[in-house]
């Protein structure tokens, strides 16, 4: 059985720290009181389990959050994996975990510490499903034999601290959230009315220094024969070249009837257009250059996109085809063509956000859901522009937008599905031991092995 603090005597000690939260359960209680019991039960006897297997310590409970520490950061990390894995299982349960490794302080009167107030912190901007680590917890763990994590970059937890490096651990079946989504989940949650809360509300720090590619836009479109849309990226020598060559085209105009000025016209029209479909992430990249991502550990398709990105954008002329598709009104077409882009790049939000709007249009209700969905997972956070935007009059009149607007722009909070066996699973392929190990994480999450006989076949895996 875990522990509680009452079992202990009063104590100071370092430890990893694991701080859970049951998304959306306050929705559930009030819709569903009896399936709120049974979820919090079910959680409770699967938190119990794994803690005893993993030797934490359960130290406070909050209703359906919890505060828990280990002596090991690799014990607490594995246990936060088998936690997420066992509770994907049929009820299924949306739960969010942060973990940090500090100092404690606990006795009879409770427990206390800073290292709590992070991790607390860090869970709050955990995603349903996802499990994620501060640097320091995770420069005990990346050595790890079978644990994976990716960097996130830095992100503000609140505004007395300065921004800390988190990770997302990114085992097979865990959600692991992007940096533009956790600053959209901030956006959100400052949209919210203030209330008491048994935990401390993470405050947005804001972004000083950040140039936004909405406003590099703007200035683009109206003021762009200035330059002043170079000046404010940065770009000196273009905004004074921009300046210059919008004068000279001026003079001509006036002087010889050649409408030159036109011409400076079409060029800041394009800059504007640019910037408005160019990906969050590449403009970061070019524009913002102290935003840097550690890469990942892990092989595949993730590496594959996120090589792709680092280079040069190919996806520029698809996305200004499927547009123009678009504006004529030829959904059917566009629609292609956007998909065309996804291909291309899947993590491109504009393509997913054009595509629910396509599908309004043709009055396709999940179709264009989805997409409206999955805009906003991968960054889209322009809400005004959204809750005006006319392509979306449809869904917009329909009873599941009212719940997904309540909801904080979100569908109903639900883990995704179990991932579809793929071509690594053919037996006729020599597997990795680490790609033999997600395999039986995939056999573990359709209940074909139980977790003791999980352990087994892993150990016989990192023995041979």
């Known amino acids: 059985m875990t522990e509680t603090v009452t079992d202990m005597a009063s104590k100071r000690q370092l430890a990893a720290i694991m701080c859970t939260d049951i998304a959306g359960f306050s929705r559930i209680m009030q819709t569903d009181p009896k399936l709120a019991d049974e979820i919090r039960q079910r959680h409770l006897d699967v938190f119990n389990r794994m803690h005893e297997k993993f030797n934490g310590k359960l130290m406070q409970r909050f209703g359906d959050s919890t505060l828990s520490i280990f002596s090991s950061a690799a014990e607490a990390v594995e246990c936060a994996y088998y936690l997420q894995t066992e509770l994907r299982k049929s009820p299924e349960i949306p739960v969010k975990i942060g973990l ?87 956006v959100l949650e400052d949209r919210k009315p203030q ?34 849309h170079r000046f404010y990226l940065g770009q000196r020598f273009r905004g004074f070249l921009y300046a210059f060559a919008s004068f000279v085209a001026l003079m001509m105009t006036i002087e010889e009837g050649f409408p030159a000025i036109a011409i400076m016209g079409m060029v800041t ?30 092989k595949g398709i993730r590496s594959r996109i996120q090589a792709r990105t680092q280079s040069k954008n190919p996806v520029f002329s698809k996305l200004k085809r499927a547009l123009k ?22 993590s491109n939000y504009a393509a997913h956000y054009y595509l629910a ?11 264009a859901f989805f997409h409206l969905d999955k805009a906003i997972d991968l960054g889209f956070d322009d809400f005004d522009r959204m809750e005006r935007d006319k392509a979306l009059r449809f869904i917009k009149s329909r009873d599941q937008f009212k719940q997904f607007r309540r909801n904080k722009y979100q569908l109903t909070p639900t883990l995704p599905p179990p991932m579809a066996p793929d071509i690594l699973s053919n037996d006729i392929l020599e597997l990795s031991p680490l790609e033999k190990i997600e395999e039986l994480g995939e056999r573990l999450e359709r209940g074909e092995l139980s977790l003791n006989e999980f352990e087994l076949e892993k150990r016989k895996i990192l023995n041979r």
């Not at 993470?202 to 909405?214: D, H, T």
């Not at 709007?357 to 179709?367: I, N, T, V, W, Y």
């Open 100 to 186: 940090h490794t500090g100092e404690i302080i606990y006795d009879e009167a409770g427990v206390y510490g800073e290292g709590i107030n992070v991790a607390s912190k860090v869970e709050h901007l955990a995603e349903p499903g996802s499990v994620l680590l501060t640097g320091k917890i995770y420069d005990d763990i990346k050595n790890h034999p079978w644990l994976l994590g990716t960097s996130l970059g830095q992100q503000s937890i609140d505004e007395q601290r300065h921004p800390i490096e988190l990770y997302a651990l990114t085992n097979r079946g865990l959600n692991a959230p992007s940096p533009r989504i956790l600053r959209a989940s901030r």
């Open 195 to 228: 209330v008491e809360r048994s935990k401390e509300p993470i405050a947005e720090e804001p972004e000083v220094g950040l140039k936004r590619k909405q406003t590099a836009a703007i200035l683009a479109f109206l003021l762009g024969f200035s330059g002043i």
């Open 269 to 298: 029209l394009v800059d504007a257009i640019l910037f408005a479909v160019m990906p969050q992430v590449d403009f970061d990249r070019k524009y913002n250059k102290t935003i840097q991502s550690t890469p990942t550990r892990r």
């Open 325 to 346: 598709k678009y504006e004529a009104r030829k959904f059917e077409e566009a629609i292609n063509r956007f998909d065309d882009v996804l291909d291309e790049d899947p």
């Open 357 to 367: 709007c396509c599908f309004s249009e043709l009055k396709k209700e999940s179709d």
